[in-house]
């Protein structure tokens, strides 16, 4: 589905092209860790995905979370050594705009199963 895509490995290049935001030294804010933040991001939009696609198979809603759990499983890896941190402003801002990249990915299959 997504995670298997040509699209996917493109952004986890991207991601890992990205890494030195994760290296920052800047003042870390908010209450949440990364990995928190990490699942805050991507639940809300997998919600959004369902909510703008009310007629989804159920089978498809499933793949969808299942495929969202290896998005959050590959992010989790590639930060193992940060994960446990709060993160920065610019690492949120980072991490919103990756998610919401993903995101689009999702949006583009779930068009072309629905």
């Known amino acids: 589905m ?3 895509s040509d699209g996917y490995a493109a952004l986890v290049e ?3 092209e990205s890494l030195s935001v994760f290296s920052s ?3 870390k804010i908010g ?3 990364i990995d928190e933040l990490v699942h805050e991001l991507v639940a809300s939009q ?3 995905i369902c909510e703008q696609n009310k007629d989804m ?3 498809l809603r499933f793949e969808v979370m299942s ?4 998005v959050v499983s590959d992010l989790e890896e590639i930060l193992s050594s940060v994960w446990h941190q709060k993160p920065t402003f610019s690492q949120i801002n980072f991490l919103d705009e990756y998610v919401g990249l ?3 990915l999702f949006d583009s299959v779930v068009s072309e199963c629905a």
């Open 2 to 4: 997504v995670v298997e």
């Open 25 to 27: 030294t800047d003042d």
């Open 14 to 16: 991207y991601f890992v």
């Open 31 to 33: 209450s949440e860790t």
């Open 67 to 70: 495929e969202a759990d290896k």
């Open 102 to 104: 993903v995101k689009n």
């Open 46 to 48: 997998i919600m959004v």
């Open 57 to 59: 198979p159920q089978k």
